[in-house]
């Protein structure tokens, strides 16, 4: 679980403060503010290390420098995450409970030299990022691809996949997730099945079985949460933070509420979920579904007058400042109205 972060010159980034919430954080911004920048780096936190082993030591260097190769794709060399032409940036995150690392990157140096290290290794919650493309479709030989040719594709669909294949929990499982499990079940009208360890098939609750490519990609999308679910890789309390990167991509707005009343529910749990969306309509059902308990954070990205990338934090959905997406929304109203009245009041 992440409690907070501190960027310097990190990409898109000059200097940037991050407090976390526990349950549910909700980023929003117009495009090149950084929002999956954010998310990836906070994954590469969370996953560029492993319990630590009897007899084994760690490099926390070593993993912090291939995950972010492998996450964020720089040409040649990590410097080159530096921002603009700044020669060192830096990285500090807090880590619940009481474990944080801090690290450096130089522009000119493919290596990562760390700067504070209390107990970063024995942080062993598994994360997990789903990015925006769903994955169920190309699942088939895309791992074996990944490990065998340089590809463009960024690691967390590799991460994921692996994820994906990850066998179910055996037995039942616990009433909250069933009750999750057959609202996506119910949503899809069916759900989706990993038969022989190989690919994904969609059994709907009338008719055939179809293969997966031949289902609906929004519904491969919710398919992707119903089987994280099933085979325990999202577990509140017990896994890692959730990020997910416009769970709204390619989800009709009805299915919408089925995902923001899911990930109310795993926050609930104990989830810490990290989301950045674009999507007027999820962010308007978690106003309306958020309960005063709900540990929830709204995080506004903008562009100050100097171009700098600032934020600006709340629990509160109408303080969201700036809000981008209801900007939008109000100037489509604008113009909607302006289009029905003609040429009145000019």
Known sequence: MIESIKIQNFTAFQDLSLKCSKGLNVFIGTNSTGKSHLLKLMYTVCSANKPVEP????????????????VFKPEGKVGRLCRNDAQKASVRADIIPERFIGFGISNDLDEIIISENQEYEKYSLVPVFIPPKEMLSNFPGFTSLYLHRELTIDETYFDLCQALEMPRLKGEQNAQIQGLLNSIKSACEGEFLFVKEQRFYFKPVKGN?????????????LGILQRLLQNGRIQPGISGPLF????????????????VTILLE??????????????????????????????????ALYHNDKGEIELNSTDDYLKICPNAIDDAYADLVDSEIGNSMGDLGK
């Not at 079985?209 to 999308?221: C, D, I, Y």
């Not at 990290?274 to 978690?286: E, G, P």
């Open 55 to 70: 007899k084994h030591s760690l490099d926390p260097a070593r993993n912090i420098l291939d995950k972010l190769n492998g």
């Open 209 to 221: 079985m179809l293969e997966a490519e031949l289902s609906a990609e929004g519904f491969r999308k």
């Open 266 to 299: 795993l926050a609930r749990k104990g989830q810490q979920i990290f989301l950045a969306t674009h999507d007027y309509v999820l962010l308007k059902w978690l106003d309306l579904m958020v309960k005063p308990e709900d540990d929830i954070l709204f995080h």
């Open 244 to 259: 997910w990167d416009e769970p709204e991509a390619n989800l009709n707005p009805k299915l919408v509420k089925t995902v």
